[in-house]
């Protein structure tokens, strides 16, 4: 693994990129490292800022084969490929960049080998089926807006005109978000379908049902 390389590439598109080994821990004879994913790209923070983080178990470093497929430094994105061999061998990919005012990574799903190949295997099906209905071009096609959708962070609103709702129904200003980050706001929202559940406050991240009552 070419460490060297890889920072470089990171800092082609704006970012910094810090790899760190992690050593083997032995626990009862066996070794074993702290992380079971063998290997993890995150985004950390130190004084300076935020910055990407490779972290390799020092006993798989060999065997791992890190390299960036493509990067697009105006568009602050890169695809980054990580090879696993030996007796569970993978080859995994991710998409590191900035989007609206912080960096991300996200796995990709598939064989992407550039980033608008990345960029298009994150698309919800439902995303992609816009885009058939509704073509934009190639430059509009990863925007925020469109005719086809509006995006906000990983959330995608995909036009339905069939459907009428209820005005009393409709949520003003209701924040969507994964786990406990900060949620997005949405001007109107209003639920349909799905299955009603009742939760406890200190539980609602554990929930992914649509329609949730709260009851404490």
């Known amino acids: 693994m070419n460490a060297i390389n890889i920072v470089s590439k990171f800092a082609a598109m704006g970012a910094r990129m810090k790899v760190r080994e992690i050593p083997s821990r032995w626990r ?3 070794r074993s490292w702290i992380d079971p994913q063998d290997f993890a790209v995150d985004i950390q923070r130190d004084g300076t800022g935020e910055f990407f983080e490779l972290r390799v178990p020092t006993h798989l470093s ?12 105006k568009q602050r994105h890169l695809l980054l490929a990580v090879r696993k061999t030996g007796d569970q061998p993978a080859f995994d990919r991710f998409l590191c960049g900035h989007d609206e005012r912080e960096w991300f990574v996200a796995a990709v799903p598939g064989g992407a080998s550039s980033v608008r190949q990345a960029m298009d295997a994150l698309q919800p099906q439902e995303v992609r089926a816009a885009l058939t209905r509704n073509p934009v071009s190639s430059r509009k096609r ?6 086809a959708f509006r995006r906000q962070g990983e959330w995608f609103f995909v036009p339905e005109p069939s459907v009428v709702m ?5 949520l003003r200003n209701e924040p969507l ?3 406990g980050g900060k949620p997005h706001l949405v001007a109107e929202l209003a639920r349909s379908g799905g299955e009603t559940v009742y939760v406890c406050s200190g539980f609602r991240t554990a929930s992914r049902c649509r329609n949730i009552a709260p009851c404490c």
């Open 28 to 30: 009862n004879g066996v």
């Open 62 to 73: 060999e065997a791992m084969d890190v390299c960036v497929m493509q990067v697009e430094p």
């Open 142 to 147: 990863y925007s925020r807006k469109n005719r």
């Open 166 to 170: 209820d005005e009393k129904l409709i």
């Open 177 to 179: 978000r994964r786990g």
